[in-house]
């Protein structure tokens, strides 16, 4: 679906939006990606605004220039309900959690029997309805440093690195649902931030964390990208026993919109 050319930088609602609204960046048909689930036809809703600016952002439309159109709850449910084919629903972003209408959506889904899964950074919770929490927290290898930026700027620097990771938020969400931890992995310097942040997590939390609770994906939002990542975060993950996520839309479409 079209979006507008209205921009929120910092994923604040404007005097436009309806009552029950989300800005909604995307809306569309296709299969999951990512993580356990991948290869399952889905639809996607795509919110705008993000409170974290990760330089290797895969959807810079919804962060470090966010678009969208304002869109009701009932106007995004009868876009869902038009794909006929479709009993999964994917609330990503940016940020999805960041929207408190963000639980509407989700209660009204469930009513619907929809399956939901929601992409978050891991910083917010909201009690809501979710199938699978798929949980991406940030590692400081996404921190978008001068030298990273891709504005150039380095001014979200210090913001992101402060917030990136919430244990109670994450401790919240892992207790609420069932869930994946899925690390964008650039290299394997992150694995030592993994396995810690792994180890205070399973302090905090009331519920297991298995290893196989943990994916491990490689940073790339292109093909070519893709194959020089790949290969060594698959070793990383048989090395420490966690599971490798592929990422398949990138394999089978690139970096094109809306996949």
């Given at each position: 679906?079209?979006?507008?050319?209205?921009?929120?930088?910092?994923?604040?609602?404007?005097?436009?939006?309806?009552?029950?609204?989300?800005?909604?960046?995307?809306?569309?048909?296709?299969?999951?990606?990512?993580?356990?689930l991948a290869g399952v036809p889905s639809v996607f809703v795509r919110t705008s605004g993000c409170n974290l600016r990760c330089w290797f952002c895969d959807s810079y439309h919804t962060s470090w220039e966010p678009t969208h159109a304002w869109l009701g709850v009932e106007e995004i449910l009868a876009e869902i309900e038009s794909y006929e084919n479709a009993d999964h629903v994917v609330l990503t972003g940016g940020e999805p959690l960041l929207?408190?209408?963000?639980?509407?959506?989700?209660?009204?889904?469930?009513?619907?029997?929809?399956?939901?899964?929601?992409?978050?950074?891991?910083?917010?919770?909201?009690?809501?309805?979710?199938?699978?929490?798929?949980?991406?927290?940030?590692?400081?290898?996404?921190?978008?440093?001068?030298?990273?930026?891709?504005?150039?700027?380095?001014?979200?620097?210090?913001?992101?690195?402060?917030?990136?990771?919430?244990?109670?938020?994450?401790?919240?969400?892992?207790?609420?649902?069932?869930?994946?931890?899925?690390?964008?992995?650039?290299?394997?310097?992150?694995?030592?931030?993994?396995?810690?942040?792994?180890?205070?997590?399973?302090?905090?939390?009331?519920?297991?964390?298995?290893?196989?609770?943990?994916?491990?994906?490689?940073?790339?939002?292109?093909?070519?990208?893709?194959?020089?990542?790949?290969?060594?975060?698959?070793?990383?993950?048989?090395?420490?026993?966690?599971?490798?996520?592929?990422?398949?839309?990138?394999?089978?479409?690139?970096?094109?919109?809306?996949?």
């Amino acid at each position: 679906m079209p979006v507008s050319d209205s921009i929120d930088r910092d994923g604040v609602a404007g005097d436009d939006q309806p009552a029950d609204g989300l800005p909604i960046n995307e809306l569309f048909y296709s299969l999951q990606g990512e993580g356990t689930l991948a290869g399952v036809p889905s639809v996607f809703v795509r919110t705008s605004g993000c409170n974290l600016r990760c330089w290797f952002c895969d959807s810079y439309h919804t962060s470090w220039e966010p678009t969208h159109a304002w869109l009701g709850v009932e106007e995004i449910l009868a876009e869902i309900e038009s794909y006929e084919n479709a009993d999964h629903v994917v609330l990503t972003g940016g940020e999805p959690l960041l929207h408190e209408t963000s639980v509407d959506l989700l209660e009204a889904l469930a009513e619907r029997g929809y399956h939901t899964t929601v992409e978050t950074n891991g910083t917010i919770y909201r009690d809501a309805p979710i199938d699978l929490a798929s949980i991406s927290p940030k590692l400081e290898s996404s921190t978008p440093t001068p030298e990273r930026d891709p504005k150039g700027d380095g001014e979200w620097e210090d913001r992101h690195e402060r917030d990136r990771i919430d244990l109670e938020a994450l401790a919240r969400l892992v207790e609420d649902s069932d869930f994946q931890l899925k690390f964008v992995v650039t290299d394997e310097g992150d694995l030592p931030e993994i396995l810690a942040l792994l180890e205070d997590l399973r302090e905090v939390a009331a519920v297991p964390i298995r290893d196989d609770n943990v994916l491990l994906m490689p940073e790339g939002a292109t093909r070519d990208r893709l194959e020089e990542t790949r290969a060594d975060v698959a070793q990383l993950a048989m090395d420490h026993g966690f599971r490798y996520t592929p990422r398949l839309h990138v394999d089978l479409w690139n970096d094109a919109p809306e996949t």
